[in-house]
């Protein structure tokens, strides 16, 4: 029962790390199309890309990068790890 769990759970992940990653290229897309697009051409595009297509492929670059982080911070074992880190420091007397 455990292995099925758990390779449900990584298929899970590789479906969302592959739906991040192609969310990234096509909101990178724009905004190539506004760097290399003409001068008189920019004032149309300003607005969508600063506000939609930048800040949407910035949060996903960074949900790939450090996701991991997030899950492992939200998640419901992260009190516990903290709890335990900090009675571990308090324990640990300093070398004079």
Do not use: D
Request: no cysteine; glycine share 6%; net charge positive.
């Amino acid at each position: 029962m455990a292995t099925s769990a758990n390779a449900a759970n990584i298929v899970k992940r590789g479906i969302s790390r592959t739906v991040f990653r192609w969310i990234h290229i096509v909101f990178a897309i724009p905004i190539f199309g506004y760097i290399y697009s003409p001068f008189e051409k920019l004032p149309g595009y300003a607005p969508a890309t600063r506000f939609v297509f930048l800040p949407v492929m910035v949060l996903s670059g960074l949900w790939m990068w450090k996701g991991h982080v997030v899950r492992r911070l939200i998640s419901k074992t992260a009190p516990i790890l903290v709890q335990n880190f900090s009675q571990k420091k308090r324990s640990i007397s300093p070398k004079i």
